[in-house]
């Protein structure tokens, strides 16, 4: 009952916070916002906590609809995961967003926290409907406010309302796609209750089946960016406020793809690897266009958004790689990749919602994000550079941060193939597992680009302008995230087991015996494993830490089947100890010991010989991503337009224009046409609305209660 | 490449026996005029005709400050007592500022080349270093294109006012320890471009020089026995024996 | 020169100039109003395909005059185009919008002189940089004083090169002064966005010694000295330039002996800098084996040059009226024995150069040149002569008895790099052949004569190894120098490198630097 008393402070809280806005003034929306907004992230913490430990279920049914069956409120293991990772991104979310309504970021404050809040609220319903329409309801609540947030905030005027309309109405498309397949399945349950529909999916066609797959997929991860529906995104990011897009890729996001693995994973297991295929290929396609996109990019938003865009392609590629498992009969293997996609989830919300912190201060100080103009930040913003520097090592993937872990898991989850029968089958697994490594490799060129064109080398723009170290509203929140970044890097070993029970139920079997073996543990407890390969790890020294540390150990193993007896191990606790040692050994043994009698003189960078060195003759970010472009272009073919002007005479040039078109292929094949189709059904529901608010929110809600009316009909047959 | 290959090899050794042994071939070396006893007729004559104010007459010897013979020739062409020449080519010479200097390297060493506004010559003549007939890398000596790297300084020209800041900045990126050689005429005195109101009169006004090497140009030979001179694996030469006292009190 | 053009002058330009003919040196003297001066030049440039050679700008006691010297292709002479202003005055009319090839020549009288050309569209940091020296200093009038201008040093502290790129992420790439192994001390801006170079800025004369300046005043025979030691690879070359600028001015005669040794002198020069150039060219592309058989040739002829003259550099061989030294025919025999060996070998290195595909890949279609781009730049040299532009001042206005010897003049259609590089071999070739020629006829007699100085002013040219050079100098009547000025090769090539650079990736550079066998010393001054 714990977890029920949470779920109301929750919800009361988010309520009583936004009465509090309405009704206090202007300079006080901020204390507010910070206050309940902490606290109803608290909550929400403690109520996804409480289920994990307790390892119970939480199953609340409320009241009885007529005709529509029992609206239920309900937390298994896997909300109760979502519900933590939400409430830890919150929190600092919170803080910064109340930071920043502070100093200016919106206009109208009380609005913001009203709706804030109320979006706090909306999510944290999503993830414990226990219902389809509770879902489907709680949903469509999620969409207007992130729509009216995006709106509501007015940092810059011109094409706000438009990117704010465009996420709404492809939301909107989305949501519509969603409640078919689910009134699909709820048609073959004859209910919406999810262990309803649970109990009956696998009774469902292969027809209906694929067209709930494709339907929720598709629908789902309009929210969550996937390939071809995803190009709404960057524009959504770059329109909303700084105060807010945190929120958007750090908790909104999480909710597509926790709808698609809801639905594909939980109400209706796979039983035909071929929908896990095209999840792993939409995925893996997700990511390279994803992080294509970001390394070329100069806006550090729109970087930042393709960069999601990207981990969520990791994170479907793992959903995909688990249904095939399962559906091929493997749940152990299934268990490790639905870990690793979770694991990779949970990871992205914390860093990427730490770099947003940053470079929502970044924007704030120098008034750009144009990575071209940045430069040097980290002479004035030693501190914040250090947090965001945290977040780009995690989303690198470099040990000893969160992301190496998860990443690992995930190309080590592609390895699994090889049990595979199917020779189709591991194909497909080779190149998505050779397309993910790609990726993996443009993101550090990616996030190299970002930290050293932004805040290395020399400042480019408004060199008078005075800059500030971020304020403790924004480290604090910075650091927070940091803190969870190198933890989840560092205890991989702690992480896996309490996700484990989590996924155990979509895929049949627990990972944290597979991949955590108990090293920690006495003799008895490693009967699962052959006594000699326990005898040559205790060699190695698997078993250190075994006297003053809880849990099973420290090594990540990963090891094959009978007729593939690969291992793989991996400890990033050993690895980071071991640095620490290597590095500071060396430290000692070269300037304390080797080299103690000799002074040492900071001498200024070599420049040629060069009077002054400009900051316009460094390196910029376009210049820097240009191979990758130069790469991508054999592939894209964009047009350039060269344009020499000339005075005088035709030698005498006073300017070359160069403007790139990229019209890439992906682009004119498939995302102009959904954009067109998509533009002429907005600009349908546009006159619809005439351009009022509300009216179209009332159309939303009509278009859903019609669908459900729809399905009364049919269920009262 | 075997083409190549076979050619490297049909072409054979032509590497200099220097610094093992002499140097013996033809056009090696321009020569320098050497201090030595004249009638007074004959070294008043000298001294009218040369432009840079080389010879001096101390005691009735006609000494010579190398530092300042441009090649021009006129002491030994077209005079009735020509100044003695002598065609050696190890002119490697510690400089007045620094003397008694102690072997700074024991191993390989990096050069990094300096034009401070040089003719072209003395460059030339230090790219000839690298061409098979002096190939100082079988000496363990390297050309450095960064300062970061280099060990030792080797300036050619006269030090430009343009280059001067560039030629600190260079000087001060050389981690310690460090040798500066100047080489040819131009870095040592000016050369005739001295009195130039944009250069300075030698690159000794702007770096502290370790070793001297005149000429103009001075040859391979030469530049190379600064450059051994600086490393510490020959002795340096007096080429103005018992006239320090001309150079102190100048002209 | 053809008698039209005196005629052609008088129809076309009545009223504007005034045109005197003097036929001893078949020179053509044109005296011009301000206001009809550019068209004049374009029309000279343009409609009668003069070459514009060089620009001199004298500082008479009451007035400027500007000399404007153009010359024509093989049988039509000299024509100098002057024009003056009071000394009060400091402005002319730009001829840049004509004449593209005195673009250069015109920012150094600004620097030089503080004179402005209206119409130039890019005049100041050229010699004097804006970051190093304040305005106002006009280090080539007679009353500069260099003491105040050292005294109240005050560069510009906020300078910015003046980029012309627009497009987003486009940025200044800057190399040097300091910038690779052995190199010359020279600046580029190169504006790029990260692979090609899509402008290229040299900044030069961070090597400028000022060698106009300290020659005035000094006699001629003490002058020769800087003209042979400003750009010492080509010594002879400049220091032959000189000479002849003086003897002209003087009327003097030179023996034929030293006609002819100064000829074989010259290609025996010409000979060892296309050695070395073929041996930088090679390097470039780090083909380390032809690199270093090229490196045995330049060594080889720079011994020949020092066995034969006692330099290596041919320094103090020449003086005004002659040759300070004879050489015996014997000598000079030997020293071609052994040049004709080296060719030999170079032409075997050529031969298995033009079959290396590897060195190839890298020398073609690079740096590429247009025939147009080269005669409106005014290029000069192999550099012109591999695009097609065969001008040649030994065959077009001999000098030293050049007319007298049978010689090709080589040239190429392409324009790239290889071309250059062909052009290079083939030079060689003509060299010894002209070599042998004034061997086997090589006449007796002294090689110095003595004449009177007088005052009077005259050009001086020849084809150095890297192009046509100018030398203008004005002596008083005691023989000492009052205003000389050079216009090298390099001046005229560095300023359409440009050309050849832009829209090619960064790492072709190099190799198209050394193509264009640029020299910053002789460009400097
Ligand atoms: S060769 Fe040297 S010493 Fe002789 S006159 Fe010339 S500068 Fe003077």
Known sequence: MMTQAFIIAFLSLCGAGALLAVAMPRTRQGSILAVTGCLAAIALMLAGSSTLISGENFLQPLWELPNLGRMTIGIDQLSAVFLLVTGLVLFPASIFASSHLERGAISNGSLFTVLLLALYAAIGLVFIAGDALSFLLAWEAMSIFSYLLIVASRQQEDGKANSGFLLLAMGEAGTLAAVLGFLLLAAGAGSLDFSAIQGTSPGLGSGLRWAVFLLTFFGFGVKAGLVPVNFWLPRAYTAASRAFVPVLAGATLNLGLYGILRVNAGLMPATDAAPGLVALVIGTLTALVGILYATTDNDLKVILAHSSIENVGIVVAGFGAGMVFVATNHPIPAAIAFVAALYHLINHSFFKTLLFFGVGEVEKQTGTRDLNNLGGLIKWMPLATLAFLVGTLSISALPPFNGFVSEWLTLQTMLRSTELSSAAVKLVFALAGAGLALTAALAVTCFVRVFAMGFLGMRRLNENRQLLEARAGTLAPMFILAALCLGFGLLPTYVIPTLSPAVAPLAGASASDALVPPFFASDPAHSALPSTFVKDFHDLGAQIGQSFLPGRGLVVLHRGGEENPVVFAMSTSYMAVALIVLLGGTYVVIRLWLTRRRKLRQRKRWDGGIRRLLPEMTYTATGFSNPVRVVFDAVFRPTTVEDTRETVTRHFRTAILREQERTHPVDKLVFHPVRAALLRVARALAYLHQGRLNTYATYALAALAAVLVMYLIQASW | MSPWVIKGI?????????????????????????????????????????????????????????????????????????????????????????????????????????????????????????????????????????????????????????????????????????????????????????????????????LPVDVEVPGNPPPPLAILHGLLVAAGRKPPVDLQPGSSQANATGE | MELGLKEQVKERWAGHAKCRYDDRSDLCEITCARASLAELCGWLFIDKDFNFANLIVEEMPAAWRLRYIFYGGAGSGWVHVLASALCSEETFPSIVKFVHAADWHEREAEDMFGLTFEGHPRLGDFILHDDAWQENVDPMRHHFDPQMAIRYRKPAADWRPRRIVQESGAFVMPVGPKYSGVTESVHFLLETVGEDVIRFMPRLFYKWRAIEKIAEGKPADEVLLLAERFAATTAFAHGLAFCQAVETACAADIPPRAAGLRVFLAELERLRQHAGAIQEICESTALAVAASEAGIFEEDLLRISGELTGHRYLFGMLAPGGLLLDLPDNDCRQALNKSQAVLKQLDNLETELRVSSSFLDRLEEVGYVQQQVAAAYGLLGPVARASAVAHDLRREQPYSGYSQFRFEVPSEQEGDGYARLRVLFSECRQSVHIMEQTVAAMPGGGVLESFKPREGAALGWVEAPRGAAFHWVRLDERGFVTRYHVAPPSFANWHGFHVAVENFAFQDFPIMLATFDLSVAENDR
């Open chain 2, 10 to 206: 049909r072409t054979g050794i032509k590497t200099s026996a220097y610094p093992r042994n002499a140097e013996t071939a033809a056009g090696v070396t321009p020569g320098l005029p050497v201090s030595s006893q004249m009638d007074t007729g004959a070294a008043r004559a000298l001294v009218d005709i040369c432009p840079t104010q080389v010879f001096t007459i101390i005691n009735g010897r006609v000494n010579v400050d190398v530092d300042r013979c441009i090649h021009c020739y006129r002491c030994v062409r077209g005079v009735e007592q020509p100044a003695r020449w002598d065609s050696t080519y190890e002119w490697g010479v510690e400089s007045n500022q620094k003397k008694n200097l102690l072997p700074a390297f024991r191993k390989s060493i990096n050069i990094c080349v300096v034009d401070a506004g040089d003719c072209g010559s003395c460059l030339n003549e230090v790219r000839q270093l690298s061409s098979p007939y002096y190939n100082i890398h079988r000496l363990g000596f390297f050309i450095t294109p960064t300062p970061r790297h280099a060990d030792v300084l080797l300036v050619v020209g006269p030090g430009t006012d343009h280059m001067s800041l560039a030629l600190q900045k260079i000087y001060n990126a050389i981690p310690t320890p460090k040798r500066v050689v100047a080489a040819g005429v131009c870095a040592l005195s000016g050369g005739v471009f001295a009195e130039s109101f944009t250069c300075s009169e030698g690159v000794t006004d702007i």
